[in-house]
C-alpha cells in the first residue's frame, strides 16, 4: 500500500532574517528573496510581507485566501500540483507542513467578496486564523491591470509563497509524523470488509471571478467531478479562487486541512471505509447541476456508497446542488448527511437556505453567517481598512468615525465555514 | 396551488420552469416550462412556431392529467407518442 | 406571598357557556377565574390569581378577530395584570387562532408577558409561535393534568424574569429564531457522528430542521380528454389591461376570475401581466405566452378536450406565501369541482 507522511514542523515565531530558514522552530524569512521571486510574475507592481502574530493588536483585511506552507521532500512532484511547474499527482511519499504559520494573500481589493482577520478582540474568535503566524503578503498590481489577471496574480504569488516557505520545513527536524495509507480499490476491500462504505463529496464552487476554483491548477468550471484521494487533498491539489462569502468560502487552507477529511480518516478502517473524496464543481444553471450531481451519484455508486458526506462551498444557488445530491443519494438507499451554514437573517427568523427537500433529514450547520458583531480598532491594519465598507458582510459606515466596525461575521474569513473546522452552530430558540 | 386543487380530487398539472421548487412544494403532475418570463413561449421563435410549442406543452399538459401515477411525475413532451392525447 | 393577577382568555367551551352550539356568542367577561382557570390557580399554590376570565364564542372570534381583539386589550388593560394566558387550545382551530391573536396582541401592544398552549397542528402555532410562548400541549383534554403545570411553571419564569429554557426544556414550539452557540466538537466531528448513526439506523438529531411540505395522493385521471372539460389558472399574473382589480405585483392577496368564454386569443392590446417578480416584457407582448389560450382554443376545436372552462383564474404567485397559495388552491379547486371541471392546467413563472 502507497502511504503519505505529513511531517509537522511546530513553528513558534516567525521573523526576517538572512536565510529563509527554521532554526530552533522559529521561521526565518528572507524577505527580499521571497519578494524577489514573487515579483517574477510582471502583473504585480510591488509585495510587501508584514507578520501578524496571535495576539497583536492587528487587523488583515481585504483577505483573499489562506494557505499553509507545504512541500514535498523528494521526488518530481510538487505540493500545489499544476502551479509550479509539475502536474503530477500528489498524496504520496513525504510532505513537510509548517504547522501553526499560515499565508495569506491581500493587497488591493480585486472585489468585494473579500474578507477579514482580526488577530485579537471579539473578532478573533470566530476565525481560526488569529491563532496563527500569519505571513501577509500585501500586493499591489500593476496599473489597470484587469480583474482577471489581478485575481490570478495574487492566487499564484500565494502559492508560491506557501510553497516556498514550505520548503524550508523539508530541512527543519520534525516534531509531529502522521502516516495515511493510500490504497487502491482491491486493497481497501480486503482490508476492510464489513464496514460501510462512505464517500466525502466536497463541493468547489466554479462560477467566474473570486467564484473560481482549480484542481490540479486547472479552472474546474468546465469540468466533471473528479474523483481524489483523500492524501491529495492534503498535497494542495484543490486551490481556492473563491471568496464568496468570506465565512463560508472554502480557503485553500480549509482544503489542504480539510476536517472532514481527518476525522473521517480517523474512523477509517475502524467504523467505516472512506472509499474517497470527490470534488464537485458548482455551476449556476440547472442543466449543470443536474449533470454534475448525477456524475456524482454515478461515482459514488460504482464505488459501492452505502453512506456520504457533502460539504457546501459558498452559499445560495449551491444548496440547489446539496439538495438535490440529498434526493439523489436517498433515493439509492446512499445515506447522507449535508454540512453547511445558514444566512438566517440578523434576527435569525429567515429560512437559512435557498432550496429544501425533504430527503436532506440530517443536516450539519456551522453557523447563521448575518450574525452581527462590534469589532473594536486595531492598533495596526495590515492592508487596506476602508474596504471594510465594500466588503461582504460590511456595509456603507460599516467603519465608524471612532475607528469600530460594525458588521455581519459573513466578512470574517472561515466563521462559519461549511467543512465545519469551527465549532460554531445555530440553535432554535 | 396545483397541490390544493388536487387535494380537492381534480387532477391538476403545474407548467413551471424550476422544477425542483414544484417537487419540494408536492405538485403531483408537473411539465418544464420554456422559461421563466415566458413560461408558454419562446420570442426567439415566430409566432407559429410558438403557437405550435404552446400546443406541445399543452398536449403534454393533458397528457399528465389523463395519466394514472403513484408518485409524483414530470411528464415529458418526449413521451407523448405513448400518451393518451390524439 | 405575593399574589399575581392573571387575565385567563377561554372559548364558549372551557368558559362553561356551551358546546358548538354557542360558538356564535360574542365577548363575555367574567371577574375570577372560571374552569381551567382554577385548576392553574391550584397549581401554582395560590401565587397565580385569575382576576378577570374573558370568554368568547369560537365562530365570533374567528368572524370578527379585530374586534375582538380591540376589546380584549381594553378589558385587560384596565387590571394591568402581571400576565396574560389563553387556552390551553388543544387542536380546536379557531380557538387556538384566537388564542395566538390575543396574546401577541396583548404581550406587543401592552407590554404584559403572555403565553398560550395548544397542539402542533394548531393553525394558531404558525401564526404567533415567532412572538410568543407557545407551550406544545396534546389534541385533547386528556392532555391537560399534563399540560397545566407546564404552563404555570413558564408563566412564573416569564413573570419573574427568570430566564427561560430552549423549547426542549420548558416545552414550548421553538420560535423560528436560530442564534449562534459554541458547539463541544467541531462541524465536520458532528457531520462524522452523524453519518455513523444514520449508517446504523440509529435515532439523530439534525441541526437544521428543513420546511416539510407534506404530499397530496394522486387525483384519479381524466378517464376520456375528448369529454373533459378543462380549466386553465395561472400564477403568472395575467390580467385583462389596466389590471381592474389591482391583484399584487408580488405575494398577492387575492385571486381572481375572468371570463374567457368569447376570447380566442390574449394579446398585448387586452391584457396585461400584474406580476412583478419577472422580467414582464414577453408576457406583455403576448401573454400566451404565460396562459396559453390561443393554443388551448386550437386544441379544443381539434377535440383533444371537449371544452374550455368559460373562466380562467389569476393570481400573482410567490413561494414563500405558502399558506396563501394552499387556500387559494383550495378554493379554486372546490369551485371548479362543483362546476363540473375535470382537469385543470396551471402555468406558473
Redesign the interface.
Known amino acids: 500500500m502507497d502511504e503519505l507522511v505529513l511531517r509537522k514542523v511546530h513553528i513558534q515565531d516567525v521573523v526576517f532574517g538572512e536565510r529563509t530558514e527554521v532554526i530552533d522552530h522559529v521561521l526565518r524569512i528572507n524577505r527580499e528573496d521571497l519578494v524577489r521571486y514573487l515579483l517574477e510574475d510582471r502583473h504585480l507592481k510591488s509585495v510587501e510581507i508584514k507578520i501578524a502574530r496571535p495576539g497583536e493588536k492587528k487587523r488583515i483585511i481585504p483577505v483573499k485566501d489562506v494557505l499553509e506552507p507545504r512541500a514535498k521532500l523528494g521526488g518530481t512532484h510538487t505540493t500545489f500540483p499544476g502551479f509550479l511547474g509539475s502536474a503530477e499527482p500528489v498524496g504520496t511519499g513525504i510532505t513537510s507542513v509548517l504547522d501553526g504559520v499560515a499565508v495569506v494573500t491581500c493587497g488591493r481589493l480585486v472585489n468585494f467578496q473579500e474578507g477579514l482577520i482580526d488577530m485579537a478582540g471579539p473578532g478573533a474568535e470566530f476565525s481560526l486564523f488569529s491563532k496563527k503566524l500569519n505571513v501577509v503578503l500585501v500586493m499591489e498590481p500593476v496599473k489597470d491591470l484587469g480583474k482577471y489577471e489581478h485575481e490570478e496574480a495574487v492566487r499564484i504569488a500565494g502559492v508560491k509563497a506557501a510553497h516556498y516557505l514550505g520548503l524550508a520545513g523539508n530541512l527543519a527536524t520534525l516534531d509531529e509524523e502522521t502516516r495515511y495509507g493510500v490504497a487502491t480499490w482491491p486493497e481497501m476491500e480486503n482490508s476492510y470488509r464489513g464496514l460501510p462504505k462512505v464517500i466525502y463529496v466536497d463541493m468547489v464552487i466554479t462560477q467566474g471571478l473570486l467564484h473560481d476554483n482549480y484542481i490540479y491548477g486547472v479552472n474546474a468550471q468546465g469540468s466533471l467531478p473528479a474523483l481524489l484521494s483523500p492524501t491529495e487533498l492534503m498535497d494542495g491539489a484543490i486551490v481556492s479562487g473563491n471568496c464568496a462569502a468570506p465565512c463560508h468560502k472554502n480557503t485553500t487552507y480549509h482544503q489542504q486541512n480539510n476536517p472532514i477529511v481527518e476525522d473521517l480518516l480517523a474512523e477509517h478502517g475502524k467504523t467505516l471505509t472512506l472509499l474517497g473524496v470527490i470534488a464537485m464543481p458548482v455551476r449556476t444553471a440547472l442543466l449543470d447541476k443536474e449533470r454534475t450531481c448525477t456524475q456524482v451519484l454515478k461515482m459514488a455508486r460504482f464505488l459501492g456508497s452505502q453512506g456520504a458526506i457533502v460539504s457546501e462551498d459558498g452559499g445560495g444557488n449551491p444548496e440547489a446542488d446539496l439538495m438535490m445530491l440529498a434526493r439523489l443519494f436517498e433515493r439509492e438507499k446512499i445515506k447522507t448527511v449535508l454540512v453547511t451554514d445558514e444566512y438566517a437573517g440578523r434576527d435569525g427568523a429567515s429560512q437559512g437556505l435557498a432550496d429544501v427537500t425533504p430527503q436532506a433529514d440530517a443536516i450539519v450547520t456551522n453557523g447563521n453567517g448575518n450574525q452581527y458583531v462590534i469589532l473594536p480598532p486595531m492598533d495596526e491594519t495590515i492592508g487596506h481598512l476602508e474596504a471594510i465598507d465594500v466588503i461582504t458582510g460590511g456595509h456603507a459606515g460599516s467603519l465608524r468615525s471612532d475607528g469600530w466596525i460594525e458588521m455581519e461575521i459573513a466578512g470574517i474569513m472561515g466563521s462559519t465555514v461549511e467543512v465545519g473546522s469551527e465549532n460554531l452552530k445555530t440553535i432554535a430558540i | 396551488?396545483?397541490?390544493?386543487?388536487?387535494?380537492?380530487?381534480?387532477?391538476?398539472?403545474?407548467?413551471?420552469?424550476?422544477?425542483?421548487?414544484?417537487l419540494?412544494?408536492?405538485a403531483?403532475?408537473i411539465v418544464r416550462?420554456v422559461a421563466?418570463?415566458?413560461?408558454?413561449?419562446?420570442?426567439k421563435l415566430d409566432k407559429g412556431e410558438?403557437?405550435e410549442l404552446?400546443?406541445k406543452?399543452?398536449?403534454t399538459?393533458?397528457m399528465g392529467?389523463?395519466?394514472?401515477?403513484?408518485?409524483?411525475t414530470v411528464f415529458k413532451s418526449e413521451d407523448l407518442h405513448t400518451g393518451?392525447?390524439? | 406571598m405575593e399574589r399575581m393577577k392573571v387575565v385567563h382568555y377561554l372559548n364558549q367551551f372551557f368558559g362553561q357557556i356551551g358546546g358548538e352550539d354557542k360558538a356564535g356568542m360574542p365577548l363575555q367577561v367574567k371577574e375570577g377565574p372560571v374552569g381551567v382557570g382554577q385548576l392553574i390557580e391550584r397549581e401554582s399554590g395560590g401565587r397565580l390569581e385569575v382576576v378577570r376570565t374573558i370568554i368568547c364564542g369560537d365562530n365570533y372570534a374567528a368572524e370578527n378577530l379585530e374586534e375582538v381583539e380591540s376589546i380584549v386589550l381594553k378589558w385587560v388593560s384596565e387590571l394591568r395584570p402581571d400576565l396574560f394566558l389563553a387556552g390551553p387550545a388543544f387542536a380546536a382551530g379557531r380557538y387556538g387562532i384566537a388564542c395566538g391573536t390575543m396574546c401577541k396582541a396583548v404581550q406587543q401592544k401592552l407590554g404584559i408577558p403572555a403565553l398560550s398552549a395548544m397542539h402542533a397542528s394548531n393553525p394558531g402555532v404558525d401564526a404567533a409561535r415567532k412572538e410568543i410562548y407557545i407551550l406544545e400541549a396534546g389534541d385533547s383534554t386528556r392532555d391537560m393534568k399534563r399540560v397545566i403545570p407546564k404552563m404555570v411553571s413558564l408563566a412564573q419564569k416569564m413573570i419573574d424574569r427568570a430566564p427561560i429554557g430552549l423549547p426542549q426544556e420548558e416545552g414550548y414550539f421553538p420560535r423560528g429564531i436560530r442564534i449562534n452557540v459554541r458547539a463541544e466538537k467541531r462541524g465536520s466531528k458532528r457531520a462524522v457522528e452523524m453519518l455513523l448513526k444514520k449508517l446504523r439506523g440509529e435515532p439523530f438529531e439534525t441541526e437544521l430542521p428543513l420546511p416539510q411540505f407534506d404530499r397530496v395522493a394522486p387525483a384519479p385521471p381524466i378517464p376520456d380528454l375528448s369529454q373533459a372539460v378543462i380549466a386553465m389558472v395561472t400564477e403568472g399574473g395575467i390580467v385583462p389591461k389596466g389590471n381592474p382589480d389591482r391583484i399584487e405585483a408580488h405575494n398577492a392577496s387575492k385571486y381572481c376570475k375572468y371570463f374567457i368564454g368569447d376570447v380566442n386569443d390574449l394579446t398585448g392590446e387586452s391584457y396585461q401581466t400584474a406580476h412583478g417578480g419577472y422580467d414582464p416584457v414577453y408576457a406583455n407582448e403576448d401573454p400566451d405566452r404565460v396562459l396559453p389560450l390561443d393554443a388551448a382554443r386550437l386544441l379544443e376545436k381539434e377535440r383533444a378536450f371537449a371544452k374550455l372552462y368559460d373562466y380562467y383564474y389569476v393570481t400573482v404567485g410567490n413561494v414563500t406565501a405558502v399558506a396563501s397559495a394552499a387556500r387559494y388552491g383550495r378554493e379554486i379547486g372546490e369551485i371548479l369541482l362543483k362546476d363540473g371541471v375535470q382537469g385543470v392546467i396551471l402555468t406558473s413563472t
Open positions: 396551488m396545483v397541490k390544493e386543487i388536487e387535494r380537492v380530487g381534480l387532477p391538476a398539472v403545474q407548467i413551471c420552469a424550476i422544477v425542483p421548487i414544484a419540494t412544494v408536492g403531483n403532475r416550462a421563466i418570463p415566458h413560461p408558454t413561449g419562446d420570442p410558438e403557437i404552446r400546443k406543452l399543452l398536449r399538459a393533458l392529467l389523463s395519466s394514472k401515477i403513484q408518485e409524483q393518451t392525447v390524439r
